[in-house]
């Protein structure tokens, strides 16, 4: 087991999420392999805490697909698999294009502005070397999307779906290559929106989840 990892505090949250926020990001930087083990005795020692917020986290991240149950061998990091990858992109492209339909709709200029600043924002981080930062910063443009919908229920539904891709997205954004691209598909849904061309907004779309999913695909048969 990785030993190069600690509980990552924070006064604001209980200790069960302090504790499922640590092995989170252990799992998606990679500190945390994928088919490693999830010994609650040895992560409680390592972290410090009884076994209980460990096993309360390992739950939770079952239902992220972060990890699987597997009979007499217990909690293991979930493998990235091709098939789950399709399984989340086929569904991430259909919300995100009903997403972008009540966008082009509904959206203020007011958050247009906000995207404008997030785009910004995206491509600062791109400079640097945190692809965790990255991540974020994409997540957050595409959050103002969902948020310019005006339709909660979508929104909640959008924003548990982004937890399952974040694996995929930072295999993404490891490839340096693909950031000019993504720049450049960000100002594509952008300039959609602005014009409220519901059309241009399903084709931007489209491609852009298309050629993450294409990408991935192949860094994982890379890997094989």
Same mark, same amino acid.
């Given at each position: 087991?990785?030993?190069?990892?600690?509980?990552?505090?924070? *006064?604001? #949250?209980?200790?069960?999420?302090?504790?499922?926020?640590?092995?989170?990001?252990? $799992?998606?930087?990679?500190?945390? %392999?994928?088919? *490693?083990? #999830?010994?609650?005795?040895?992560?409680?020692?390592?972290? !410090?805490?009884?076994?209980?917020?460990?096993?309360?986290?390992?739950?939770? &991240?079952?239902? *992220?697909?972060?990890?699987?149950? $597997?009979?007499?061998? !217990?909690?293991?990091?979930?493998?990235?698999?091709?098939? +789950? &990858?399709?399984?989340?992109?086929?569904?991430?492209?259909?919300?995100?294009?009903?997403?972008? =339909? @009540?966008?082009? =709709?509904?959206?203020?200029?007011?958050?247009?502005?906000?995207?404008? *600043?997030?785009?910004? %924002?995206?491509?600062?981080? #791109?400079? !640097?070397?945190?692809?965790?930062?990255?991540?974020?910063? +994409?997540?957050?443009?595409?959050?103002?999307?969902?948020?310019?919908?005006?339709?909660?229920?979508?929104?909640? $539904?959008?924003?548990? &779906?982004?937890?399952?891709?974040?694996?995929?997205?930072?295999?993404?954004?490891? +490839?340096?290559?693909? @950031?000019?691209?993504?720049?450049?598909?960000?100002?594509?849904?952008? %300039?959609?929106?602005?014009?409220? +061309?519901?059309? %241009?907004?399903?084709?931007?779309?489209?491609?852009? $989840?298309?050629?993450? =999913?294409?990408?991935?695909?192949?860094?994982?048969?890379? =890997?094989?």
């Amino acid at each position: 087991m990785v030993e190069n990892f600690q509980l990552q505090m924070n *006064e604001y #949250l209980p200790l069960r999420d302090v504790v499922f926020q640590t092995l989170r990001q252990a $799992i998606l930087r990679g500190e945390l %392999k994928p088919g *490693e083990r #999830l010994m609650e005795i040895h992560l409680a020692k390592k972290l !410090g805490v009884s076994r209980t917020p460990v096993r309360e986290a390992i739950r939770k &991240l079952e239902l *992220e697909g972060l990890v699987l149950m $597997i009979p007499r061998k !217990g909690a293991v990091v979930a493998e990235i698999t091709i098939s +789950d &990858l399709e399984d989340v992109l086929e569904v991430r492209m259909a919300l995100e294009e009903l997403a972008v =339909k @009540h966008a082009c =709709k509904r959206i203020t200029e007011e958050q247009l502005e906000q995207m404008r *600043e997030l785009s910004v %924002k995206f491509q600062e981080t #791109l400079e !640097g070397d945190d692809v965790g930062a990255c991540a974020q910063a +994409d997540m957050k443009f595409h959050e103002a999307i969902y948020e310019a919908t005006g339709n909660g229920r979508l929104v909640q $539904i959008l924003n548990n &779906l982004r937890e399952q891709m974040y694996r995929y997205r930072m295999e993404y954004l490891k +490839d340096r290559q693909t @950031h000019q691209l993504l720049v450049r598909e960000h100002e594509e849904i952008l %300039k959609a929106l602005t014009e409220r +061309d519901v059309e %241009k907004a399903l084709a931007a779309t489209g491609c852009h $989840i298309e050629r993450q =999913k294409e990408h991935i695909i192949n860094v994982l048969n890379a =890997k094989e």
